[in-house]
């Protein structure tokens, strides 16, 4: 397909962390092959032929950073004259496909990892910030050519959040996996490296410090999970102080009622994250709010089983008695997702995991027929080809 399509991202290598980061890295490798692809994302300038960086500029002393990445979506979107068709990742560049959309008259196509009401707790990470970015994604959204959700979860999100939005412009295209480099990894230098106990069961769990990954919930289940196994936390960049405070004294509140409780900081690297998965007795995503969750095929194709909430795309992924558990929960509606009782959620979710860990040949099988899983259906080449088929029926 002869087509100039500029990708539009705040995230791209070396700067990725979140799964939307994830998603346009291995996206746009696979569509590369198949389109006349332009990368634009943020920050400094990439060596990587067809990538292409734009900076936030500097403000006013106190502006708020939203308005910072609103003067990155205009440079970028200037940039996009001459393409067939645009295609943005993220309220963090809806901005830029829907100006040249309207400047330029190309189709735009926006992909929804998340939706901003649904994530009502940015507000105190963001402030203004997130009335703005609520903007720009509902007007970036609304008069998109398509839309494509990650999950048939989040396209049902996208068409109660957005009623306005036509059924037939919001196709399915779930994430992939690469599962040549996620696999299992039997190496123990990362368990050295971090104090991790080889011999001794272990739960994990991977994510940021925001309230949509329900860290706070684990932490509180956790008092009930059997303590010969360990507690492996491996933590992201928290979205607030006050989410990082509270985090912070749950982890000591558990730490003074049982032992092998470690706190990893920061972003793994692959090698590492490959071999905390592989030895994981047991996976957990205990997230409030998750459109898929890449984080889970990452386990699935490393052969762990996954305990996670029964939530959003979720239980697209993780396949119920198969792959792992889905824990039930019962919402508010009010866009918080936060659980109506926190100690049945926390009970359910600690009997999940206790019962693999109480039966690991259970938990062995449910790991290999995760990696099958991963591998069978969830493959990169095969999104990128629906991604195209999207493009076609927008350019047509």
Not at 113 to 130: A, I, N, T, V
Not at 162 to 178: A, K, L, Q, T
Not at 210 to 227: H, M, N, S, V, Y
Request: glycine share 8%; proline share 6%; hydrophobic share 45%.
């Amino acid at each position: 397909m002869n087509t100039r399509v500029d990708l539009l991202t705040k995230e791209f290598p070396p700067a990725v962390y979140g799964g939307a980061g994830v998603h346009v890295t291995e996206l746009s490798r696979q569509l590369r092959t198949l389109v006349d692809l332009r990368v634009r994302c943020f920050g400094e300038p990439r060596p990587d032929p067809g990538v292409f960086a734009y900076p936030e500029p500097r403000l006013a002393d106190g502006a708020n950073a939203a308005l910072r990445t609103l003067a990155a979506n205009v440079a970028m979107s200037a940039a996009c004259e001459g393409a067939d068709l645009v295609h943005s990742h993220t309220w963090y560049a809806n901005a830029a496909g829907h100006l040249a959309r309207t400047v330029y008259g190309v189709p735009h196509v926006v992909t929804t990892h998340s939706l901003e009401p649904l994530r009502p707790w940015k507000e105190e990470q963001l402030g203004g910030g997130y009335r703005l970015s609520s903007l720009v994604e509902r007007t970036a959204v609304t008069a998109a050519d398509a839309v494509i959700a990650v999950s048939q979860g989040m396209r049902e999100d996208v068409l109660r959040v957005y009623p306005d939005v036509d059924p037939e412009r919001v196709h399915v295209v779930h994430n992939g996996i690469d599962t040549e480099a996620h696999r299992p990894d039997t190496g123990t230098a990362a368990l050295e490296r971090y104090g991790v106990d080889p011999e001794r069961p272990l739960v994990l769990f991977v994510g940021r410090v925001t309230r949509q990954k329900g860290l706070p919930q684990l932490l509180r289940a956790a008092f009930e999970i059997d303590p010969a196994a360990q507690l492996v936390l491996c933590c992201g960049q928290p979205d607030t102080p006050e989410i990082a405070a509270e985090t912070a004294a749950l982890v000591d509140e558990l730490r003074r009622s049982r032992g092998g409780v470690v706190r990893i900081d920061g972003m793994l690297d692959a090698v590492s994250l490959r071999q905390l998965l592989t030895h994981a007795s047991v996976f957990v995503c205990p997230s409030l709010y998750e459109p898929m969750g890449i984080v889970n095929l990452e386990a699935m194709a490393c052969g762990t089983a996954v305990v996670a909430t029964a939530t959003g795309g979720i239980p697209e992924v993780v396949a119920d008695g198969v792959t792992g558990l889905l824990v039930p929960i019962e919402q508010e509606q009010d866009g918080t997702g936060t659980p109506l009782d926190e100690k049945r959620f926390a009970a359910d979710f600690a009997a999940a995991v206790n019962r693999l860990l109480a039966e690991p040949a259970l938990a062995r099988a449910m790991g290999e027929a995760g990696r099958v899983r991963a591998r069978e259906h969830f493959s990169w080449r095969a999104a990128a080809e629906r991604v195209l088929d999207v493009y076609r029926r927008v350019l047509a």
